[in-house]
């Protein structure tokens, strides 16, 4: 059973719960004039995932709403939404690519989005000139059927940013990176992983992806679980869920489908068997990352507790 940590639902449900009340005890009035207005709902709107800038300056995964699942159309209304002053910009984020950057063409094939921005996209900040890249790749690469992003600059492949002179490979996936961090003793045998954290606006929480880059020869899934388990630092405002006793026993990767076996702190309540929700969303969102999956099949001490499929993990 999943439990949520947070009671936001329940402080709606109960806020709603209170207005009807007051609107049946209120007094009737015959001049009262009651308006009625139909309101028509577009369902083709749906929620899909976005990388943007949080107040930290890390790039974060939110959703914003989209009207179309055709992977041109929604690459290029994701892409409108990063450049700053979107209004469908959720409060607490901001689009990264600076506010005069037209996107002066933009195509899809065979899984890869080929975009050509004007020269503005470059007028950023140096310490956000890597973070730019990571947005829109990994925005463009949470639509389904794309892969792969090549990014051109006034006609031209953009393969070097011009002030921290990263070199860019033509083609960019997210073995690009996010957040990077790097814990390194050697330049051999190093591993990148990226882990999902959470992070915070008012009463909401969101997921931060963070590539770690360490000297570590054991299986990624061992390293987000140790990773995603330390104890919480009072320095960063990225935080888990997960119990720090928590320990993977075991994982099995067959086909699609990765299959981790926890001891029971996995449970935020054992006696019940509920695992935070918080705790299923990192550890999918981190696995769909790092492995070609579509399912997490959780167990704690053989038994069996709860599917995910990645491709619906909530991004908050």
Not at 235 to 240: F, Q
Request: negative net charge.
């Amino acid at each position: 059973m999943l439990k949520r940590l947070s009671i936001r639902k329940f402080l709606l449900a109960s806020a709603a719960l209170f207005a009807m009340t007051l609107i049946y005890i209120m007094p009737s009035n015959n001049k009262l004039d009651v308006q009625t207005e139909l309101q028509y709902v577009d369902s083709s709107v749906t929620e899909s995932p976005i990388y943007l800038l949080d107040k930290n300056n890390y790039i974060a995964l939110t959703n914003v709403p989209t009207t179309t699942n055709d992977p041109l159309n929604k690459a290029r209304e994701l892409l409108k939404i990063l450049i700053e002053g979107s209004s469908k910009v959720p409060s607490g984020f901001k689009g990264i690519i600076p506010s005069d950057t037209e996107i002066l063409n933009i195509n899809y094939e065979e899984g890869i989005i080929k975009v050509d921005f004007s020269k503005e996209i470059l007028n950023i900040k140096k310490d956000l000139e890597e973070k730019l890249i990571e947005s829109i790749v990994y925005t463009i690469t949470s639509i389904e059927d794309v892969s792969k992003v090549i990014i051109y600059v006034e006609g031209d492949i953009l393969t070097k940013l011009p002030q921290t002179k990263i070199n860019l490979p033509s083609t960019l996936d997210r073995s690009f990176g996010i957040n990077k961090e790097f814990d390194l003793t050697s330049t051999k045998d190093i591993t990148d992983v990226t882990i999902y954290y959470i992070n915070q606006i008012n009463e909401n929480y969101y997921y931060v992806p963070v590539t770690k880059y360490l000297n570590d020869s054991r299986d990624k899934i061992s390293i987000v679980i140790d990773e995603l388990s330390k104890k919480f630092d009072p320095s960063t405002s990225l935080k888990s869920f997960l119990n720090s006793e928590t320990k993977l026993v075991s994982s099995n990767l067959d086909g699609k489908v990765l299959s981790l076996d926890f001891n029971n702190y996995l449970f935020d309540d054992v006696t019940q068997k509920d695992v935070l929700e918080e705790v299923i969303y990192t550890i999918s969102l981190s696995a769909k990352d790092n492995y070609d999956i579509d399912e997490v099949v959780f167990n704690v001490e053989n038994e069996e507790i709860y599917k995910m499929d990645v491709k619906k993990v909530p991004s908050n």
